[in-house]
């Protein structure tokens, strides 16, 4: 061989064409020439070019040189005669073994390397076996394949074809031996392109060259599409076979045809015609019509092809099975989208006119029927409204000859015919004639002429029930128009009104909206309404809202609800509204529109909510809707008597709702609502609360805020009956409300129903009249005499009722006894000293961090919750001694006196000396933020400072006088009874309460 040479492939998509030889001077020299890839392409696997560069003498350099692209000034593929010579040489390498060539090619479809044997050394013969291998692929294929005509090291070319130099071992599975002939090859599939091609060679090379040709523009697509060469190859095989078919007639596989037309652009616009053609032929034999659904998708594209597929249709339209036309449009119209986008409905047109025909010439009635129907209930695309008039005056004398004919063409109109031409049907008497008894006897009261005989209750809807039960309604509907039409009232009743709201269909709903409108104008009249049972009343609001007119249906139910049922029975109005949101089958977005006509009306809020409530479950609870949840939750915040009227059952399931949706807001807002119900509800609140709160668990700042819920619950009711509610709610809802709500009870005790601010009231009051009595009292000052304080007491202004003085004796006997009792009910181990400084801070501490187990502990645990001062004096002997109860009226000491009675009864309860109260601090600090958050801002400020210095005063004050009095004034004899007749000076706070309480009773010597 004058030289080796080989086509490589760069980066960046370049070849490189090598050229390695002995130069004249016996010296190795190797000449590099780069290749664009435009170049490659144009030339299509053409090594003509170059065989100049490979055959001539290598010139001698002295150094390395810069390499530029070699240009070549128009590069083209052989030429078809001379690719055809190429293959023959393959062959004739090949020794005309078909076998091998399949092999070989397949093996440079899937990629693998080829190594080549025992070649001759003619570098010509070896570089036209690269051109045949090369000539077998479709151009743009062609630039892929790479070769080195003489190898030394195959493992360190990258060559996809390697001729080996003697004695050199094959590297690759695939090699193919010159002299032999023999193609050794790892037990791979042949490919289904080298099988095309290869049959193709059999015929004629010339085959071969006209269809790489021919598929170039199929390969470079699916390069395009970054396909593998074996996948684009094997596309392009199998797209050969097809043409091939196609063009010829032959069957094909029907899914290739379908990909073919739906995905490969290179598909000429005559062969895309053939291609929609054949699916279509084909169809119409095998009766498959799923097989033809990619052609609407591609008429619609391409206008070419719609108009010989509606050519092709149409002509088949005309014959003998013009039933396989319409049957082929139904299909495209009930499965393919496309169908809609082109008339094809006109060819069904001709279709079905033609087989109404063939079947009555054929006199096969069993065929003709089950067409009628067919076409009664045919897909609205398929229009079958635009011939309604040509099939009833084809199907007309059959119809005044046979019922079943009558039946189906009186059916078929009711579906199709327009107003005017329906009620000519109606009037064709012989047609009349052959309908069944009862639709015969009901059109024959919508005759021009009425019918003398009084007709029966519910004629119309009685005699649809001799039609096809899924065209009963709108042969109804198609009565009742033309009674209306007629003015004929009176054959409309109850049952026919009732069947009307039935049309569930949105197409039905558009068609008919002028009947409906029609009818609920007429019978809205008020004598007509009035005529009405009850029942039937939730009819006329239904038809007007199925036609979009609101106002119209909401003038009725405000007349429903003002005049005609009126307020007294407003029950039934919330029933009836109710009613209709329930059965109407409107779409979510109707429905709101509806019931947005609602603002601006008279309606009250008990039908308002039932509606909101009816169309939640009609719709199956649509997230579309959940504006309705929100409406229900503020309407039963501002008014918890609502619930009454929803339902328990049903205001928890939107509560349930709202917290599927973690709408935290609108479900704590709803449960507000129930907590403000329950209290109205007796014992069955706690029930209703524990089963509803088990929806407000999901986060835990829902669940915070719904123990603050339950805390106000357990604040509003009596202390005795809210018992046993903390360990109820506790097991009911979850563990972790039992502690809290304990202390909320703990606080409900001793406050009663006041909130902080009306508690400080009473501290403050607690607190100026222990200490008048402290002050007046003290140890050093003169107390008053017998006679002052008999005047002090004749002189306070004012009267009481009987009932008062007996309340307040009461109250004067039981605040002396408690007194008592609170002041010396002491805790041994507990620090008691307030005023050493040493222990003032560690003091402090543990008042605020010990839980309170008496009433005085509570009191000074409950002020430094306020304040950061301990109080640990009263300045008594600094205050002037002066009239015991200054300036109060009777009336204001009464008043004061149950004020200080509650508050120190309530604090003996909650903390009584035989068992005292069991909870956590901790709980008992939040129970006291919860209710000081209840508290206005400005009145925080106001009562802060109260709130934190006077309790403690007043455990100061009640430790003061307990200690310096004993119970003998409470006494019936001795002490007690001569301070109770005024016959004996009080020394203390206590004995002066006594003496008092006898001068109110009236015990005393002297009285005023």
């Given at each position: 061989m004058p030289s080796s040479v080989g086509v490589f492939r760069g980066t960046a998509a370049i070849h490189i064409l090598t050229v390695a030889a002995i130069n004249r001077?016996?010296?190795?020299?190797?000449?590099?020439?780069?290749?664009?890839?435009?170049?490659?392409?144009?030339?299509?696997?053409?090594?003509?070019?170059?065989?100049?560069?490979?055959?001539?003498?290598?010139?001698?350099?002295?150094?390395?040189?810069?390499?530029?692209?070699?240009?070549?000034?128009?590069?083209?593929?052989?030429?078809?005669?001379?690719?055809?010579?190429?293959?023959?040489?393959?062959?004739?390498?090949?020794?005309?073994?078909?076998?091998?060539?399949?092999?070989?090619?397949?093996?440079?479809?899937?990629?693998?390397d080829i190594d080549v044997l025992n070649a001759p050394p003619n570098l010509e013969q070896r570089l036209y076996f690269v051109e045949g291998l090369m000539a077998m692929l479709p151009l743009p294929a062609r630039p892929t394949i790479t070769f080195a005509t003489s190898v030394n090291k195959p493992d360190n070319t990258t060559a996809q074809i390697r001729f080996l130099a003697p004695n050199v071992a094959a590297s690759s599975p695939v090699t193919f031996d010159w002299q032999t002939n023999i193609l050794t090859s790892p037990n791979f599939e042949r490919h289904d392109y080298a099988r095309f091609v290869t049959s193709q060679l059999r015929l004629d090379p010339s085959l071969v060259v006209q269809h790489t040709r021919n598929l170039s523009r199929t390969a470079s697509w699916r390069a395009i599409r970054r396909d593998t060469l074996s996948n684009a190859l094997l596309w392009i095989s199998r797209r050969a076979r097809v043409d091939s078919a196609v063009q010829a007639g032959q069957p094909a596989d029907h899914s290739m045809v379908t990909r073919i037309l739906r995905e490969d652009p290179t598909l000429t616009d005559e062969l895309r015609v053939v291609y929609s053609k054949h699916l279509l032929t084909m169809a119409f034999i095998t009766k498959e019509w799923a097989t033809t659904d990619v052609l609407p998708e591609i008429a619609h594209a391409h206008a070419d092809v719609a108009k010989a597929v509606l050519t092709q249709l149409r002509e088949k339209a005309q014959s003998s099975r013009a039933i396989d036309v319409y049957d082929l449009i139904e299909y495209w119209f009930n499965n393919v989208s496309a169908a809609s986008a082109l008339p094809w409905h006109t060819v069904a047109h001709l279709a079905a006119i033609q087989h109404l025909k063939n079947c009555i010439e054929n006199r096969d009635l069993a065929e003709l029927l089950k067409f009628i129907y067919r076409l009664t209930s045919a897909n609205t695309f398929l229009k079958v409204s635009d011939i309604a008039e040509q099939v009833v005056d084809i199907l007309r004398p059959g119809a005044h000859r046979g019922e079943a004919i009558a039946m189906a063409l009186f059916t078929f109109g009711a579906e199709h015919l327009a107003g005017g031409p329906f009620q000519a049907l109606l009037h064709d008497k012989e047609m009349v004639e052959k309908l069944p008894e009862r639709l015969r006897k009901a059109i024959e009261h919508l005759q021009p002429e009425p019918s003398p005989i009084k007709p029966l209750p519910d004629l119309l809807a009685k005699a649809v029930h001799q039609v096809p039960s899924q065209h009963q309604v709108v042969a109804l509907v198609r009565l009742i128009e033309t009674a209306m039409f007629l003015q004929r009232f009176w054959l409309i009743g109850e049952r026919e009104l009732r069947i009307l709201v039935t049309l569930s269909d949105q197409h039905l709903r558009e068609r008919f909206a002028h009947v409906l409108r029609h009818v609920a104008d007429e019978f809205s009249q008020p004598e007509r309404l009035a005529a009405l049972p009850p029942p039937a009343f939730e009819v006329l609001p239904r038809l007007y809202f199925m036609v979009g007119e609101v106002d119209a249906g909401m003038h009725i139910l405000e007349y429903l609800q003002n005049d005609l049922l009126t307020v007294e029975r407003l029950s039934l109005v919330s029933d009836l509204v109710g009613n209709i949101f329930l059965k109407m089958n409107l779409e979510p977005e109707h429905m709101l529109t509806v019931l947005a006509g609602f603002d601006g009306t008279q309606m009250r809020p008990e039908p308002r909510l039932r509606a909101y409530y009816a169309t939640l479950v009609r719709l199956n609870w649509d997230k579309r809707l959940d504006i309705l949840l929100i409406q229900i939750a503020r309407a039963l915040q501002g008014d918890p008597r609502l619930v009454r009227v929803l339902g328990t059952e049903n205001t928890i399931r939107v509560l349930q709702t709202l917290a599927e949706r973690e709408n935290a807001i609108e479900a704590l807002r709803l449960a507000e609502a129930l907590v403000r119900y329950a209290l109205s509800i007796g014992s069955a609140g706690a029930p209703l609360l524990a089963e509803a709160w088990k929806h407000l668990q999901w986060n835990p700042e829902v669940k915070l805020s719904s123990l603050e819920l339950l805390r106000r619950y357990i604040r509003a009711i009596d202390p005795d009956r809210s018992q046993t509610l903390p360990a109820y709610f506790a097991d009911n809802i979850s563990a972790d409300f039992g502690e809290p709500l304990k202390a909320t009870r703990l606080m409900r005790i001793i406050m009663g129903d006041k909130n902080l601010f009306q508690f400080s009231e009473m501290l403050v009051v607690t607190q100026a009249f222990l200490f008048d009595l402290a002050v007046t009292y003290h140890e050093g000052k003169v107390y008053p005499p017998i006679f002052r304080l008999r005047h002090d007491l004749d002189s306070m202004p004012g009267t009481l009722t009987e009932e008062e003085r007996q309340i307040l004796i009461r109250n004067l006997s039981e605040i002396a006894r408690l007194i008592l009792e609170i002041g010396k009910y002491k805790i041994q181990g507990r620090a008691s000293d307030r005023t050493s400084p040493s222990s003032f801070r560690s003091l402090l501490r543990e008042a605020r961090e010990t839980p309170p187990i008496t009433p005085n502990d509570f009191l000074t645990w409950f002020g430094l919750q306020f304040s950061d001062?301990?109080?640990?004096?009263?300045?008594?002997?600094?205050?002037?001694?002066?009239?015991?109860?200054?300036?109060?009226?009777?009336?204001?000491?009464?008043?004061?006196?149950?004020?200080?009675?509650?508050?120190?009864?309530?604090?003996?309860?909650?903390?009584?000396?035989?068992?005292?109260?069991?909870?956590?601090?901790?709980?008992?600090?939040?129970?006291?933020?919860?209710?000081?958050?209840?508290?206005?801002?400005?009145?925080?400020?106001?009562?802060?400072?109260?709130?934190?210095?006077?309790?403690?005063?007043?455990?100061?004050?009640?430790?003061?006088?307990?200690?310096?009095?004993?119970?003998?004034?409470?006494?019936?004899?001795?002490?007690?009874?001569?301070?109770?007749?005024?016959?004996?000076?009080?020394?203390?706070?206590?004995?002066?309460?006594?003496?008092?309480?006898?001068?109110f009773a009236r015990k005393h010597t002297h009285e005023r």
């Amino acid at each position: 061989m004058p030289s080796s040479v080989g086509v490589f492939r760069g980066t960046a998509a370049i070849h490189i064409l090598t050229v390695a030889a002995i130069n004249r001077v016996g010296l190795p020299q190797v000449l590099y020439l780069i290749i664009e890839p435009a170049a490659m392409s144009w030339l299509g696997g053409n090594l003509q070019p170059f065989k100049g560069i490979f055959f001539a003498e290598m010139p001698i350099f002295e150094s390395m040189r810069n390499l530029a692209p070699l240009k070549l000034d128009d590069p083209k593929p052989l030429e078809e005669e001379l690719e055809s010579e190429t293959l023959q040489n393959l062959l004739l390498y090949c020794q005309d073994n078909m076998k091998v060539v399949e092999g070989l090619l397949t093996a440079l479809i899937n990629g693998q390397d080829i190594d080549v044997l025992n070649a001759p050394p003619n570098l010509e013969q070896r570089l036209y076996f690269v051109e045949g291998l090369m000539a077998m692929l479709p151009l743009p294929a062609r630039p892929t394949i790479t070769f080195a005509t003489s190898v030394n090291k195959p493992d360190n070319t990258t060559a996809q074809i390697r001729f080996l130099a003697p004695n050199v071992a094959a590297s690759s599975p695939v090699t193919f031996d010159w002299q032999t002939n023999i193609l050794t090859s790892p037990n791979f599939e042949r490919h289904d392109y080298a099988r095309f091609v290869t049959s193709q060679l059999r015929l004629d090379p010339s085959l071969v060259v006209q269809h790489t040709r021919n598929l170039s523009r199929t390969a470079s697509w699916r390069a395009i599409r970054r396909d593998t060469l074996s996948n684009a190859l094997l596309w392009i095989s199998r797209r050969a076979r097809v043409d091939s078919a196609v063009q010829a007639g032959q069957p094909a596989d029907h899914s290739m045809v379908t990909r073919i037309l739906r995905e490969d652009p290179t598909l000429t616009d005559e062969l895309r015609v053939v291609y929609s053609k054949h699916l279509l032929t084909m169809a119409f034999i095998t009766k498959e019509w799923a097989t033809t659904d990619v052609l609407p998708e591609i008429a619609h594209a391409h206008a070419d092809v719609a108009k010989a597929v509606l050519t092709q249709l149409r002509e088949k339209a005309q014959s003998s099975r013009a039933i396989d036309v319409y049957d082929l449009i139904e299909y495209w119209f009930n499965n393919v989208s496309a169908a809609s986008a082109l008339p094809w409905h006109t060819v069904a047109h001709l279709a079905a006119i033609q087989h109404l025909k063939n079947c009555i010439e054929n006199r096969d009635l069993a065929e003709l029927l089950k067409f009628i129907y067919r076409l009664t209930s045919a897909n609205t695309f398929l229009k079958v409204s635009d011939i309604a008039e040509q099939v009833v005056d084809i199907l007309r004398p059959g119809a005044h000859r046979g019922e079943a004919i009558a039946m189906a063409l009186f059916t078929f109109g009711a579906e199709h015919l327009a107003g005017g031409p329906f009620q000519a049907l109606l009037h064709d008497k012989e047609m009349v004639e052959k309908l069944p008894e009862r639709l015969r006897k009901a059109i024959e009261h919508l005759q021009p002429e009425p019918s003398p005989i009084k007709p029966l209750p519910d004629l119309l809807a009685k005699a649809v029930h001799q039609v096809p039960s899924q065209h009963q309604v709108v042969a109804l509907v198609r009565l009742i128009e033309t009674a209306m039409f007629l003015q004929r009232f009176w054959l409309i009743g109850e049952r026919e009104l009732r069947i009307l709201v039935t049309l569930s269909d949105q197409h039905l709903r558009e068609r008919f909206a002028h009947v409906l409108r029609h009818v609920a104008d007429e019978f809205s009249q008020p004598e007509r309404l009035a005529a009405l049972p009850p029942p039937a009343f939730e009819v006329l609001p239904r038809l007007y809202f199925m036609v979009g007119e609101v106002d119209a249906g909401m003038h009725i139910l405000e007349y429903l609800q003002n005049d005609l049922l009126t307020v007294e029975r407003l029950s039934l109005v919330s029933d009836l509204v109710g009613n209709i949101f329930l059965k109407m089958n409107l779409e979510p977005e109707h429905m709101l529109t509806v019931l947005a006509g609602f603002d601006g009306t008279q309606m009250r809020p008990e039908p308002r909510l039932r509606a909101y409530y009816a169309t939640l479950v009609r719709l199956n609870w649509d997230k579309r809707l959940d504006i309705l949840l929100i409406q229900i939750a503020r309407a039963l915040q501002g008014d918890p008597r609502l619930v009454r009227v929803l339902g328990t059952e049903n205001t928890i399931r939107v509560l349930q709702t709202l917290a599927e949706r973690e709408n935290a807001i609108e479900a704590l807002r709803l449960a507000e609502a129930l907590v403000r119900y329950a209290l109205s509800i007796g014992s069955a609140g706690a029930p209703l609360l524990a089963e509803a709160w088990k929806h407000l668990q999901w986060n835990p700042e829902v669940k915070l805020s719904s123990l603050e819920l339950l805390r106000r619950y357990i604040r509003a009711i009596d202390p005795d009956r809210s018992q046993t509610l903390p360990a109820y709610f506790a097991d009911n809802i979850s563990a972790d409300f039992g502690e809290p709500l304990k202390a909320t009870r703990l606080m409900r005790i001793i406050m009663g129903d006041k909130n902080l601010f009306q508690f400080s009231e009473m501290l403050v009051v607690t607190q100026a009249f222990l200490f008048d009595l402290a002050v007046t009292y003290h140890e050093g000052k003169v107390y008053p005499p017998i006679f002052r304080l008999r005047h002090d007491l004749d002189s306070m202004p004012g009267t009481l009722t009987e009932e008062e003085r007996q309340i307040l004796i009461r109250n004067l006997s039981e605040i002396a006894r408690l007194i008592l009792e609170i002041g010396k009910y002491k805790i041994q181990g507990r620090a008691s000293d307030r005023t050493s400084p040493s222990s003032f801070r560690s003091l402090l501490r543990e008042a605020r961090e010990t839980p309170p187990i008496t009433p005085n502990d509570f009191l000074t645990w409950f002020g430094l919750q306020f304040s950061d001062t301990m109080v640990t004096e009263l300045g008594l002997e600094r205050k002037e001694a002066a009239h015991i109860f200054g300036a109060r009226s009777v009336v204001m000491l009464y008043q004061e006196t149950l004020m200080i009675y509650q508050l120190l009864y309530r604090l003996s309860v909650a903390f009584p000396k035989e068992q005292p109260p069991i909870y956590e601090l901790e709980h008992l600090k939040a129970e006291i933020d919860s209710l000081w958050k209840q508290i206005p801002f400005h009145e925080q400020q106001r009562i802060q400072s109260t709130l934190g210095i006077t309790p403690q005063q007043i455990a100061l004050l009640i430790s003061y006088i307990a200690d310096r009095c004993d119970a003998k004034a409470l006494g019936e004899r001795g002490v007690g009874k001569q301070l109770e007749q005024g016959k004996r000076q009080p020394q203390n706070e206590i004995e002066a309460l006594r003496f008092i309480n006898g001068y109110f009773a009236r015990k005393h010597t002297h009285e005023r």
